[in-house]
DNA sequence: CCAATTTACTTGACGCGTCATGTATTGTCG
DNA sequence: CGACAATACATGACGCGTCAAGTAAATTGG
């Protein structure tokens, strides 16, 4: 049952091992995604965006040109408005957005994708796709799906 | 090959499926995390401390009496230096941590948990071995296991 | 039909992560 | 030995995530 030392416990350099594997598993997430988060970052910040601001867009593009509320956009990402809105704040200060009140609702607020965040996305949808399969290569094919099943069970058990 | 729409498809509510698995397994790493850091955000904070400040602490009491100088906690965390110093700041403030100016190399500052410090972890720890269980819970002790070396061999793969 | 509630945000404050830069101390090598 | 590089941090600036509180518009209940 006792495995020998994992990466993890090499990594953090820990003498003790892990109480636990549920919490070496939480520990073994949190790093790895850490991990992610950062190479995905570097693909995107020398194009003059941050990875959240990436999502952002990628949202937008997918909404097409009705755009989406704010609030729906936090909705899609797992954030809170009020990140939301300063983020989309940005987007447009550097014009790759545009926002605009709803005639029919005036509480809301619609944000488009413009034509230079296409553009923008255009150029880092091959680099994004080539990080993701670069990051994933560990994993063949039938370890990745039982690995994003896994994942998915783990978020689906959140009450 | 291609599955039914998954639970990451299902709550980005996109039309597009992902452009690849490895798209896919990326989106549900992120997420995943993301909901683990707020699911563990939330047990440590009602006791006055952030998820980061709780996973100093644990490196100031794995380090023992002897402390640690700053840079190596930043290392023991995947993390550069100048977020650790602001993070020490905070835990000082609040009296969970005595800092001191090494005598042989004066460059160094030796961190070490305070009393109170080892008093607020032992509260925590039930409780986030709790947390971490409930959370890895959908996944049995075989699945656990594959997970966790999957987990390590996407961070052993990052150049 | 209007007061009370709800909804969709926005703003302020604070902790965190990151980069760039600055400072003190130590190591090095010519 | 002394200039210069390297090391160990600290600080400033900025983007992000979160909570609490505020504003404006729509909805609802009496």
């Known amino acids: 049952m006792s495995r020998v030392r994992s990466a ?3 990594e953090i350099r820990q003498s ?6 549920s919490e070496e598993g939480v520990v073994a997430l949190v790093r790895t995604a ?3 988060r950062r190479a995905l970052t ?4 020398p194009h003059g965006i941050t990875l959240q601001q990436y999502n952002v867009l990628r949202i937008l593009r997918g909404a097409g040109p009705e755009g989406l509320p704010t609030l729906e956009i936090a909705g899609r990402m797992i954030e809170h408005a009020p990140g ?5 704040d940005r ?5 790759l957005v545009r926002r605009q009140r709803s005639t029919e609702d005036r509480r809301e607020i619609r944000c488009r994708i413009a034509a230079e965040g296409l553009d ?3 150029r880092l949808d091959g ?3 080539d990080a993701a399969r670069e990051f994933m290569s560990p994993l063949d094919a039938e370890a990745l799906d039982r690995f994003i099943r896994d994942l998915d069970a783990l978020r689906a058990a959140i009450t």
């Not at 003790?16 to 594997?21: D, G, K, T």
């Not at 570097?42 to 910040?45: I, L």
């Open 127 to 129: 680099l994004m796709q």
């Open 16 to 21: 003790r091992p892990f109480s636990s594997p």
């Open 42 to 45: 570097g693909v995107v910040e």
């Open 91 to 95: 987007l447009q200060a550097k014009g």
């Open 84 to 88: 939301v809105t300063r983020l989309v």
């Open 34 to 36: 850490d991990l992610l």
């Open 8 to 10: 993890v416990q090499e």
């Open 120 to 122: 923008l996305l255009a």
